[in-house]
């Protein structure tokens, strides 16, 4: 019987070791590493310590209790917080497959310890490969064909139900069955505290840095990653923000509109759910509202109590002056009986038919008739590099509801060049721009605009006036959304 118990738990150590060596290797290929490489290193490994572990349990006929006990200390060590200290690293660094083989040999070798069965007669090394390496096989062939987070967890329940077997089954004495069940417990409470959701393993794949938030929104899916101290916000897996550089995105967008009005007391903002665009916009202290209405409520919801976004937007929503808007967009354009001095349009990009209807002439026509007559508009127009076509037709249909436009961009260095149009009823584009080079940019604290920063995102140089004479976007003839999918996007 106490055989039997021995056998049954060195098979169980053996294929507990194959989950956990699969879980490793399938980690490194999660990190875009070579999956053939990491295989074939694996498996030479295994081989070669296999081999070591044979000819050193040859020499050595008994050995002690604690010996195994601290080989499991191991291996539920390595199964279980070795994925969570190996997802803390940036993909891509020099220390993940060192680190990952060492864990590989660690484990190898404290289950050679563990399978040192002194009733198994014979000393050809071959002669014991089939039932213990062959279990260990079994589980390494299986763990490769489960995804990651599962197998993450399946070996979690299995060390639990293996460490349960020995306490129950082993004639140790009772300090050393104490010494397992402290492990698995510590190990656990260890687990739980410190452990990344399951969810954050399957997202991981597609991303160069450590995800750390992911969700799905009212109209897309979010997913959040980390490098150092600053994160990367990703809107359908295209990037949308990054806490590095957003304030170039957002300061010239702001602070290029706010000298062209006479009055600036009342503002709307359309989209801009993460707050940035807002926290922006409180800076002046002559606004006494500021209304919100959003094209992704639940994104926005995320952008007033997510600590991934309060952190960045200074928890702008919180401010007195904004005021949510709990109406659908569209419909809000379409009966509101309000006016406002400034309007900003922070929207997606056109990528389909469905957003392409917030850059058409029959939107900018609504949005004309909510602006006051010496008020100003500006919206976010793509990218006038990126895509080239679709960045003019939109000026070109904004022009065609009744608006003068001035266009400027920015380089935004996780972004690539992007692009926005100041519109006004009255002021024509000359005198835009005449405005935002002389109106001082010393009174409001920011991070990069000023007065050189104005005369460069108004500067184009030479354009082809072909494209700015371009046909226009409407909701019976889409084209914007055409021309941005046809945009030279790998180069971004």
């Excluded at 510590?186 to 991303?207: C, D, K, N, R």
């Excluded at 010239?252 to 903002?269: G, I, N």
Aim: with cysteine; aromatic share 14%; charged share 15%.
């Amino acid at each position: 019987m106490k055989n039997n118990h021995h056998i049954s738990f060195t098979l169980l150590i053996n294929f507990l070791a194959g989950l956990a060596v699969a879980l490793i290797t399938g980690l490194l290929i999660y990190f875009k590493q070579k999956p053939e490489l990491h295989h074939a290193i694996v498996l030479f490994s295994v081989a070669f310590v296999y081999l070591c572990g044979f000819l050193l349990r040859e020499r050595i006929k008994n050995i002690h209790i604690i010996l195994k006990i601290i080989s499991l200390s191991c291996i539920i060590l390595v199964c279980w917080l070795g994925p969570q200290f190996i997802f803390q690293i940036r993909p891509y660094t020099f220390y993940i497959s060192g680190f990952a083989m060492v864990c590989i040999l660690i484990l190898m070798f404290s289950t050679v310890v563990l399978s040192s069965n002194r009733s198994v007669q014979g000393s050809w090394f071959f002669a014991r490969l089939p039932v213990k390496q062959g279990a260990f096989l079994l589980a390494y062939g299986i763990g490769s064909l489960l995804p990651v987070a599962t197998l993450h967890y399946f070996i979690m329940s299995l060390s639990i139900s293996i460490g349960v077997y020995f306490l129950f089954t082993s004639q140790s004495h009772l300090i050393y069955k104490s010494y397992v069940f402290a492990i698995v417990f510590l190990s656990a409470m260890v687990f739980w505290s410190f452990s990344t959701p399951i969810h954050l393993f399957t997202e991981q794949p597609t991303y160069e840095d450590k995800v750390v938030f992911s969700s799905k929104t009212q109209h897309h899916d979010l997913v959040i990653t980390q490098w150092h101290h600053d994160y990367w916000y990703f809107i359908d897996q295209l990037k949308n923000l990054s806490s590095i550089d957003e304030y170039l995105y957002y300061e010239p967008m702001v602070h290029s509109v706010f000298d062209v009005p006479v009055q600036t007391e009342k503002a709307l903002v359309l989209g801009g759910e993460n707050g940035c665009l807002i926290r922006e916009v409180l800076k002046y202290d002559q606004l006494n509202r500021v209304d919100v209405i959003s094209y992704d409520t639940l994104l926005r919801n995320l952008g007033m109590v997510n600590p991934y976004f309060t952190q960045v937007n200074k928890h702008a929503y919180d401010h007195e002056k904004v005021h949510i808007i709990q109406k659908d967009l569209l419909q809000f354009l379409s009966t509101a009986k309000q006016t406002y001095d400034l309007i900003f349009i922070d929207l997606p990009d056109p990528r389909s038919i469905e957003s392409n209807q917030y850059y058409t002439m029959e939107f900018y026509q609504l949005i004309r008739n909510l602006l006051r007559d010496q008020g100003v508009m500006i919206t976010q127009a793509g990218s006038p590099y990126f895509a080239t076509e679709a960045f003019y037709a939109i000026g070109k249909t904004i022009q065609s509801s009744g608006f003068h436009t001035l266009p400027i961009h920015n380089q935004i260095l996780t972004l690539g060049e992007w692009g926005w149009y100041i519109c006004s009823k009255d002021q024509t584009a000359e005198q835009l721009k005449k405005i935002l080079l002389s109106a001082k940019k010393n009174v409001i604290q920011t991070r990069w605009y000023n007065q050189e920063a104005a005369r460069l995102i108004s500067s184009f140089g030479k354009t082809n006036h072909e494209l700015i004479e371009g046909p226009i976007n409407t909701l019976e003839n889409p084209l914007v959304y055409k021309y941005y999918l046809k945009g030279n996007w790998d180069l971004n």
